[in-house]
């Protein structure tokens, strides 16, 4: 169990700006220490009892959540909350399958792993980004209407006008698991 002498880290990958937002707003509540990615040094995670790792979620996939993974025999004693970003609603539906995508079995039973819905402006995505989204963008405009889904037709709309679903609240449960469940206060 840890106490109230228990330090934290909260380590983002922000790619157009939601992930640093969350990462700020955890880090302020539990008042920890807060990194941006290209700052950790591996032995710098040795010394925190809980690590927070949060980054954006493309396609499935967890961007720099290899610092977790290449570290994990050196950090597998601590406490390990990940937090993904993406816009789908619908993360219960896809939490198993992000969490296989994303860690061995090993490390995936010892990851608390938690959603947070983000922003989405076309107009801010780099070449490649704009890419990947026209494609997806050609595949949801090739269905008929009644075969998209909510997310499916928001995600239509944010091509046309963006989209901003951060919101500080979304954080309470991150903080609230730390806090009653690892028995940090804050």
């Known amino acids: 169990m840890l106490n109230e002498n228990s330090s934290i880290a909260v380590i983002y990958k922000s790619k157009y700006g939601s992930t640093r937002k ?26 925190y009892d809980v690590i927070i790792y949060g980054g954006p979620l493309c ?25 993904a970003v993406g816009l789908s609603s619908k993360f219960q539906e896809s939490k198993n399958t992000i969490l296989k995508s994303n860690f061995k079995e090993d490390i995936r039973e010892k990851i608390n792993l938690f959603y947070l819905r983000g922003a989405f402006n076309y107009k801010e995505l780099g070449v490649a980004d704009k890419v ?10 090739a269905k008929k209407e009644e075969e998209l889904d909510q997310d499916s037709k ?28 690892i028995k940090i206060k804050y």
């Open 22 to 47: 969350y990462a700020g707003w955890i880090a302020i509540k539990l008042d920890a220490d807060l990194y941006e990615i290209s700052d950790v040094r591996k032995n710098d995670l040795i010394k």
């Open 59 to 83: 396609a499935g996939k967890i961007k720099g959540i290899d610092l977790i993974n290449k570290n994990y025999k050196m950090i597998e004693d601590k406490n390990i909350i990940v937090f």
């Open 132 to 141: 990947l989204m026209n494609v997806m963008k050609i595949t949801l405009k």
């Open 154 to 181: 928001e995600m239509l709309e944010a091509f046309e006008k963006p989209v901003d679903f951060s919101n500080k609240k979304l954080v309470n449960p991150i903080v609230d698991f730390v806090c009653k469940d």
